[in-house]
């Protein structure tokens, strides 16, 4: 099984809909975090997460919103999804202990929006 | 500017070829420096990283770091076509990393 699972692997939705990502580890790790892939644009920091109770903005956050309900769980959701918000979307974690900020990535959610 | 810009490509090579690719960074608070291969469609994953100026060799690959000039490179010997993908470089910061937008790289048997 992997060590870093997101769910759904895809999605198709409609343009208005609240949709969630949801991603979950088994690393142990305590630092969290989303990313958006579009083509061509590398990956982009959505939201971060350093543990349980610290929750910050990335670059992109505008449109989106996360929760970190266990140190395993990370949730990433658009509350009124549209359709530039069709994306790979990446969930990775790092470890604090070992601080090398080597990044550990889920399989990724590939979201359409119509 | 962008924060972490990449050799633009995509970059073609031969089989058996250096293939080289270029990273530069405007954060002189960087920390630490990664270079992912990703396939498509698959996740990114780590290949090399780096803190210290300098070479770090592993296997066929090297990496380079110039704080000073604020630059990191990734040098792939004797190039297989099983290395073809893109590469992507991070630089990380306060416990972050920014990603450039990637060089995609072809090796031609």
């Known amino acids: 099984d992997a060590d870093v699972t997101q769910t759904p692997r895809n999605r198709i939705t409609k343009t208005g809909k609240r949709i969630m990502l949801e991603c979950s580890q088994t690393?142990?790790?305590?630092?969290m975090y989303w990313y958006r892939q579009d083509p061509g644009l590398g990956l982009r920091l959505i939201y971060y997460s350093f543990d349980v109770k610290d929750i910050n903005k990335g670059e992109i956050s505008d449109g989106y919103s996360v929760s970190r309900q266990a140190q395993a769980k990370f949730s990433l959701s658009l509350e009124s999804a549209i359709p530039n918000q069709t994306a790979l979307y990446f969930c990775?974690?790092?470890?604090?202990?070992?601080?090398?900020?080597?990044?550990?990535f889920g399989e990724g959610s590939r979201l359409t929006v119509l | 500017q962008k924060e972490v810009e990449q050799n633009s490509g995509p970059l073609s090579v031969p089989e058996g070829a250096i293939a080289s690719l270029n990273c530069t960074y405007s954060?002189?608070?960087?920390?630490?420096f990664f270079w992912y291969r990703q396939y498509s469609g698959k996740s990114p994953e780590l290949i090399m990283f780096?803190?210290?100026?300098g070479d770090k060799e592993d296997g066929r690959f090297t990496a380079q770091l110039n704080k000073a000039s604020q630059y990191v490179s990734l040098l792939i010997r004797d190039s297989q076509p099983s290395d073809s993908a893109t590469y992507l470089c991070?630089?990380?910061?306060?416990?972050?990393?920014?990603f450039g937008d990637g060089t995609t790289l072809t090796v031609k048997p």
């Open positions: 990775a974690t790092s470890d604090l202990d070992r601080n090398t900020g080597e990044l550990f």
């Open positions: 690393k142990g790790h305590d630092r």
């Open positions: 991070a630089v990380e910061s306060a416990g972050k990393s920014t």
């Open positions: 954060d002189r608070g960087s920390q630490s």
């Open positions: 780096i803190y210290s100026n």
